[in-house]
């Protein structure tokens, strides 16, 4: 069974941060070396203020933003 007005969804924030993990995941499975390039084209500086493992926390952070953005009251 569908939600009401579910063809609104796509203001939801929380399917907004789904969204973005999805397309995230997709590329790391499809296309690794894709993300290891974007990575190694960004500039030194910001390459040395983000550490290097930071990567596999991507994933458990966009989730429990999707889980707070739902819980959260949005503004219409």
Not at 6 to 19: C, D, E, G, I, M
Not at 29 to 54: F, G, K, M, N, T
Request: proline share 5%; aromatic share 10%.
């Amino acid at each position: 069974m569908m939600i009401a007005n579910w063809r609104q969804s796509w203001r939801l924030w929380s399917v907004r941060v789904s969204a973005l993990g999805a397309v995230l995941a997709t590329t790391a499975a499809a296309a690794p070396d894709a993300l290891i390039s974007a990575w190694q084209s960004l500039p030194e500086e910001i390459r040395y203020v983000v550490p290097e493992h930071v990567g596999r926390w991507i994933t458990p952070v966009l989730f429990a933003a999707s889980l707070a953005a739902r819980i959260l009251k949005q503004r219409e």
